[in-house]
């Protein structure tokens, strides 16, 4: 009789050795496999095989395999063994040897070719491959090509092998273990040994704590100057995520010592050669990641020169342009908006800024009239596809993102257009230009030439760019480029209470509902329990919106929330809301999610390659027969995903806030809970409740509502460009020197003049 089913948790006590007859299923990302094995002595009942499950990084058929672990009785599957450890070891047996070779392990031979050669050396076929490949030229038939490319193959089979044990052997998971060796190849196990702190910043999903671990597993010591100098690095790069541009070098040091328990003496001496280096860089006291500082230099020289510089184009007569606009115009222009049209015209580097329904699209048409009556070319940009597109369909005029503005070269890994090779336009205008993080402004104000005239348009109440910096707050705040900001609300009723209720949440002010029974396009449902608010979410998204709105929920309902984990988080809400509205069709397995056929997914990271971004919105139309790729379409773009890359994939049936800047959705559901707390600010909730376009809906607790719209606290960013563009050629001073009140980004509000007439 096979033995009972071991207790829960009970140690596991048994062994089990044979040799895998067939591999059922093998998960690459993270090594689960079913296996069918033929028990040395016979399985517990007689049997002369039985089914084998645990994780390893590769099996394959003929193997010989030694697990530990206990016998079970699955309800379904019967009598298995369930691995906690498993040995895999090339087969000894001259049948093992040919099923082993069969398999697939080694390119180039196939079940010919292994029967064959196994019936030349027998059970000394593995030792030919591994020590005397050049008999291989006794097999009949097998030609030279054949030869070189079977041992090449065998040598790759075995370092590959080799290296995912030595990874595994360090708690490195399989998925990321294969994308370790992709990087690296041959050379995995050097590397890793070497410097583990360079898996921090060249594979994706290791952080430094991960390296870090690794790093004592091979014998790096913990006050080694080769991981002071890593977790310097790290913490300047953490920062970064943060927003920051750097840090001052005792707030530097203090936060790294307290990370790393070492001394400030080891890592003074650490930070000293990190600055000798090409990744740090001190300025003034400033300890920076050298590419932002230099862009951050950039952004500052650029905006200077773009000022200091005569126009490209005649100028214009600003008076007589407004009245003809005015007269082109079916309405009349604000004193405000006139204000901004007459700065924007007659400046050649602007901002105009303000919240939803102030005129802001308005003021752009506007400009756009005048300026292509005078025959300019102009280039309208915005950070993401889609406030390119909703620029597009607002001025009527053609719009483009800045990456494909600037073109990327995989060749050269950088931007087609740059300083040497310009953009050909005379005047650009940026939208949503609050989302530029330093680098990104960076790379486009290079392209841009001194002699065009550029005018930034965004809402600075919004949530700061993903990446470092706060490129639009800075540059309004050095009081030296020109702005007008816009408060009068003009679609009180064209948008009616989205537009009143996120100027409310804005000026620290409650929600405002209308009386019963009165048309509304916001509402807010009261729910202190989560379990319940997720049940409200699902309800109105599957099935109360689309009746009274006639709304698809696929296409036309977003939901928001502030983060990722926890029961209303974006992990656990694109769960369920796939399993409501998408829970059948083709599907591709992978890291543990189901892409399925008409699933929404958004690309989380930015890929010059498949000129796809980070934020970009699609829709899986087509799996593969074979499951190896599948295909995503991007408002008629298709753009192939191989297996092994959908970890650049998330489901965006919900999104957080954060990745929703930028978009504009029919519909948005926003979900605001207690367990939300930490994220909960003004004007995290007032960027969700601007991207809803004809509908929003809050979903939450009072109190958590109440704790967003009261929090104003938002985290001062370490950035100075501000402080570069008051100073010439954007240099400052030691920090040491700089008074303190220049330091700290000024509010908008309180900017001063600017160096011409700028509208209140």
């Known amino acids: 009789m096979p033995p009972a089913a071991p207790r829960q ?212 010591e913990r006050d080694s100057p080769l991981r002071a100098r890593a977790g310097l690095y790290h913490t300047l790069q953490t920062l ?103 700065m924007a015209l007659g400046s050649k580097f602007s901002v105009v800024t303000g919240g939803p329904g102030v005129g802001k699209t308005t003021i752009i048409r506007a400009l756009l009239d005048v300026w292509r009556a005078r025959g300019l070319r102009v280039s309208l940009v915005a950070p993401t596809g889609r406030a390119a597109r909703r620029m597009a369909e607002s001025t009527g005029g053609e719009a483009s993102t800045v990456h494909r503005l600037l073109k990327w070269n995989p060749q050269k890994g950088g931007f087609v257009h740059n300083a040497e090779n310009p953009l050909d336009a005379d005047v650009f205008v940026v939208d949503e230009s609050s989302m530029l993080d330093v680098e990104l402004a960076a790379s486009l104000l290079s392209a841009v030439k001194p002699s065009s005239a550029v005018v930034l348009v965004g809402d600075t109440d919004q949530l700061p760019s993903v990446g470092p910096g706060n490129v639009l707050r800075d540059i309004i705040a050095s009081g030296v480029v020109p702005y007008a900001r816009l408060d009068f609300i003009f679609r009180q009723k064209s948008g009616g209470w989205i537009v009143r209720n996120a100027h409310r949440v804005n000026q620290g002010e409650g929600f405002l509902l209308p009386p019963a029974g009165e048309p509304s396009d916001f509402f807010f449902v009261p729910c202190e329990d989560p379990s319940r608010t997720l049940a409200l979410v699902l309800e109105l998204v599957e099935h109360r919106i689309p009746r009274r709105y006639n709304l698809s929920p696929l296409a036309d309902i977003q939901v928001l929330t502030p983060m990722r984990k926890n029961d209303l988080g974006t992990e656990n809400l694109n769960a369920v809301l796939q399993r409501a509205l998408n829970p059948s069709g083709p599907a591709l397995q992978r890291f543990g999610r189901a892409y399925r056929v008409g699933d929404r997914v958004m690309q989380i990271r930015n890929d010059y390659d498949k000129d796809v971004f980070n934020g970009d919105i699609g829709f899986v139309r087509t799996v ?112 040491a020197s700089v008074p303190q009140d220049a330091k700290a980004p000024l509010a908008p509000a309180d900017a001063p003049p600017a160096p011409t007439e700028r509208p209140e």
């Not at 697990?67 to 049948?95: D, K, M, N, Y």
């Not at 990190?274 to 020289?301: N, Q, T």
Request: glycine fraction near 10%; proline fraction near 4%; hydrophobic fraction near 40%.
């Open 240 to 342: 970064a995520e943060e927003g920051h541009c750097y840090c001052e070098k005792p707030e530097l040091l203090l936060v790294a010592g307290n990370l790393l328990g070492i001394s400030v003496d080891i890592l003074e001496a650490a930070l000293a050669e990190e600055l000798e280096g090409s990744r740090l860089a001190d300025d003034g006291g400033r300890i920076y990641l050298r590419r932002l500082l230099r862009a951050e230099r950039r952004v500052a020289g650029c905006v200077l020169a773009i000022l200091d510089t005569r126009p490209s184009f005649k100028p214009i007569d600003v008076p007589a342009a407004l009245a003809w606009v005015s007269r082109k115009l079916s309405f009349e222009l604000s004193p405000a908006q006139r204000k901004a049209v007459e």
């Open 624 to 735: 593969s027969p074979d499951g190896s790729s599948l295909d995503v379409d991007f408002d008629g773009r298709i753009v192939v995903y191989a297996a092994s890359e959908l970890d650049a994939l998330v489901h965006a049936y919900a999104t957080s806030i954060h990745k929703s800047q930028g978009s504009e959705y029919p519909a948005v559901v926003i979900v605001v809970a207690n367990q939300h707390y930490v994220l909960l600010e003004r004007n995290l909730l007032y960027t969700a409740i601007t991207r809803g376009r004809k509908l929003v809906c809050v979903v939450g607790s009072r109190f958590a509502v109440k704790k967003a719209i009261e929090t104003t606290t938002t985290r001062e960013r370490h950035t100075a460009l501000a402080d570069r563009l008051r100073s010439p050629g954007g240099r400052l001073p030691p920090l």
């Open 9 to 220: 948790n009970a140690a596991p006590t048994e062994s089990l050795s044979g040799s895998v007859k067939s591999v059922v299923f093998h998960n690459e990302e993270t090594g689960w496999f079913v296996a069918t094995v033929a028990v040395d002595g016979g399985a517990p009942g007689g049997g002369e095989t039985a089914s084998l499950v645990g994780k390893c990084p590769t099996i394959w058929q003929g193997e010989e395999i030694r697990a530990v672990g206990s016998w079970r009785q699955h309800p379904t599957h019967g009598l298995e063994f369930e691995a906690t450890a498993v040995e895999c070891v090339a087969p000894t047996s001259a049948r093992g040897i040919e099923r082993y070779l069969a398999s697939g392990i080694v390119r180039g031979i196939g079940e010919k070719w292994a029967k064959k050669i196994v019936e030349k050396f027998g059970e000394n076929t593995l030792d030919v491959l591994e020590r005397d490949s050049g008999r291989l030229a006794e097999v009949k038939g097998l030609g030279p090509a054949r030869r070189a490319a079977i041992k090449r193959a065998w040598e790759a089979n075995r370092g590959t092998r080799d290296a995912m044990i030595f990874l595994q052997g360090h708690g490195i998971t399989t998925g990321a273990s294969a994308k370790i060796y992709r990087q690296y190849g041959a050379n995995t196990v050097a590397t890793v040994k070497q410097n583990p702190y360079r898996l921090c910043a060249d594979i994706d999903g290791i952080g430094f704590l991960k390296a870090d671990e690794i790093a004592r597993k091979v014998g790096i």
